[in-house]
């Protein structure tokens, strides 16, 4: 199975910043599209950010100027740079991996609590 192993949540004011990390075990991550989505209590999953693997970005709405999803294909990671963060961010955020020939692949989720 392809393992893939998120980092860097918890708990921040608004107005600060974290960077996710996610790692992917896959061979063939650098031509993969890799996706953070978020959940919060009560709320459906939603796409906050996607990256393809020649580098194609997208942004919900809501995070645009704010947030940015980097790779690093040496490293088979992907970073979610948030920041300046707002009550609204706060949810379970998840690192999905898609291979076209291989299948999606997710992470169990890292915990973002924005509050004062």
């Known amino acids: 199975q392809v393992r893939v192993v998120e980092s860097g949540g918890g708990l921040v004011q608004p107005g600060g910043s974290l960077r996710l990390s996610c790692v992917a075990s896959a061979s063939a991550f650098s031509i993969s599209t890799a996706n953070w989505y978020r959940q919060a209590p009560g709320n459906q999953r939603e796409l906050v950010a996607s990256?393809?693997?020649?580098?194609?970005?997208n942004y919900q709405d809501s995070v645009k100027g704010r947030f940015t999803i980097i790779r690093d294909n040496t490293k088979n990671t992907v970073y979610l740079q948030m920041n300046s963060l707002k009550p609204e961010d706060t949810a379970v955020y998840y690192c999905n991996i898609v291979l076209r020939t291989l299948g999606n692949y997710w992470g169990q989720g890292t915990q973002v609590t924005v509050s004062s």
């Open positions: 990256i393809t693997g020649g580098g194609a970005t």
